[in-house]
């Protein structure tokens, strides 16, 4: 019998191992460390391969965020270990942790939304016990709309990822008016009725803006009540235009806006810039931590002033590097307008880095979370291939996904001197608990695809699980015994499926075996020596590609 602190070290290792790998623990990896810690039990192997491989069972059975609060709860030194070697550092602070992710409702949200701004404070905000707040940027109505708020979150919902608290910058407007009379009022702040051009060239030249001594300050009532039009009036920030960054010479605070928004209709015009609304937001919600790309390090020395002329203390502040895709850069007017005049299929196209896009090729929100635990919160900017990404997602669907033979653009051959019949085949080759799949063929009528047929013609090859033969159109069987030397090709007969095949910059069709007919709706499947994807819909049978 196996003592009880055996017992627990045991259950600790299986839990480290199974966070590591994607869920699932390896009986290999959790005894060598087992035995690393206590040399003295290597007489009780038999003993301890019986505990861990009960242990896995359990430990497997349970969700990733299961494993990670069981982890925590046991020995939360090795999370903050591994959280360590992920780039992922301690931060000091006092107090209540509290932080925010605020995107704009213009879209959906994408891997670069994901990977640094959201998960890392996310992460954060759970290893503290802290507040993760889910904060609409919504203060410039002209882009935004409804749907993007509901978008935005069952994108979050689909990553399992539940904010402590949701609001909205635009529910803040009467506090920035409040705020912005006390900068008036103390000298702080003045009303500029410069057109933007002029205020542009006053910036340049460093020369102060004739407005600057207060003069259009009684407009301010006149801007609270709409009376003014776009362009007329700005409330600008009372800094310095000797300022050496251009970006801090007298910067905007709040500005005329008349387009509706869609949670407010048309009672407000009057709306602050995003520093300004930043400001107040973290202020009011005692925001500790704020994570930015150091593209908004300008952003944060202005809002810094704007602090500094309140009186308060802001948040610590934490700066990464960007992150580079090779993507299309497209902006949110450019997909909008290609999605109308039918060009992309929504915004969930495959071509598209939204995350709902990516879920629809079949990427694993676990994927993703390790990738950005993984990248870290270096200020250096990273590039990044999809092979990268595709590398995480392949380490968890590997195992999850069943095999199914498919032919793209497929060609016709016969086989001379075999007999009509069946094959079974696993479903998964490292999973025999998920059984066989039976495949029936006709030697009359069997598919490959152009590419193999092409490429392997005269030659003698096998088919997966089939046969040897020298292929051709008339092809000559030449056996079914193994040959390692021979090349292998996927192939169907018939029954078979029509199946397309939706590439993020190409449809291929072809066809799929039986088998892949009974697959679920939504199910992340391989397709052998073409790669992984998703069944999209059934009828037809449309699988999106996620990658090799």
């Known amino acids: 019998m196996l003592e009880k602190e055996l017992k627990e070290l045991i259950l600790k290792f299986c839990l480290l191992n199974a966070v590591q790998h994607s869920g699932k623990a390896e009986e290999k990896a959790v005894l060598g460390k087992v035995l690393a810690e206590n040399p003295q039990f290597k007489t009780r192997i038999e003993e301890l391969r019986e505990e861990i491989t009960r242990t896995i069972q359990e430990v497997n059975r349970l969700g990733v965020e299961e494993q990670k609060k069981e982890l925590e709860s046991l020995a939360p030194e090795l999370l903050e270990k591994k959280a360590e070697k992920q780039g992922l550092p301690e931060l000091k602070f006092k107090g209540k942790f509290i932080t925010r992710f605020a995107p704009s409702p213009t879209g959906p949200l994408n891997i670069f939304h994901f990977l640094r701004p959201l998960y890392i404070p996310y992460w954060y905000a759970r290893k503290y016990n802290g507040t993760w707040i889910l904060r609409f940027d919504d203060t410039d109505p002209r882009n935004i709309e409804k749907r993007f708020y509901e978008w935005i979150l069952e994108d979050l919902k689909n990553f399992g990822i539940k904010p402590d608290k949701i609001i909205y910058q635009s529910d803040f407007l009467e506090e920035c008016y409040e705020y912005a009379e006390r900068l008036i009022q103390g000298g702080n702040a003045y009303i500029c009725l410069c057109p933007a051009e002029k205020f542009r060239e006053y910036k340049q030249e460093k020369r102060d803006c004739p407005c600057r001594d207060g003069k259009y300050n009684e407009k301010w009532q006149e801007m609270l009540e709409g009376k003014l039009e ?11 235009m000797q300022e050496a960054n251009p970006a801090l010479r007298d910067p905007p605070l709040l500005r005329v806006i008349k387009a509706e928004h869609p949670r407010k209709g048309r009672r407000y015009s009057l709306w602050p810039v995003y520093n300004f609304a930043c400001v107040i937001c973290d202020h009011l919600e005692k925001i500790s931590h704020v994570f930015r ?26 700066n990464f590097g960007m992150i580079y895709l090779p993507v299309e850069k497209m902006h949110t007017r450019d997909i909008k307008k290609a999605i109308q005049e039918g060009r992309l299929r929504g915004w ?21 979370k390790e990738l950005a635990l993984k990248i870290g919160l270096t200020k250096t900017d990273i ?7 595709e590398a995480f997602n392949r380490k968890i669907i590997d195992r999850i996904a069943n095999r199914y033979f498919a032919v793209i653009d497929p060609v016709k051959i016969k086989i001379k001197g075999l007999e009509k019949g069946k094959v079974k085949l696993k479903r998964h080759p490292d999973v025999p608990e998920r059984g066989e799949r039976e495949i029936p063929y006709d030697p009359e009528r069997i598919w490959v695809s152009r590419e193999d047929f092409e490429k392997f013609r005269g030659r003698e090859i096998r088919l997966i699980g089939l046969c040897n033969l020298k292929l051709d159109l008339e092809a000559e069987f030449t056996g079914t015994e193994l040959r ?58 449309v699988i999106f590609w996620a990658h090799p």
Do not use: M
């Open 230 to 240: 776009e362009g007329q009036a700005v409330l600008r920030l009372k800094t310095g």
């Open 293 to 318: 790309g150091k593209e908004h390090e300008h952003n944060t020395q202005i809002q810094s002033r704007i602090y500094s002329a309140l009186g308060w203390k802001g948040p610590e502040v934490i």
């Open 484 to 541: 390692p030397h021979l090349k292998k090709i996927q192939w169907v007969s018939e029954p078979h499926h029509p199946i397309r095949l939706v590439k993020p910059k190409e449809e291929l069709e072809g066809l799929g075996e039986p088998e892949l007919k009974r697959a679920e709706l939504g199910e992340v499947i391989q397709l052998e020596r073409i790669g992984f994807g998703r069944i999209d819909s059934k009828e037809p049978l």
């Open 348 to 368: 969930d196209d495959p071509s598209l880095p939204t995350l709902r896009a990516l879920l629809r090729r079949g990427f694993q929100p676990e994927a993703l």
């Open 383 to 389: 590039k990044l291939g999809w092979e990268n990404v």
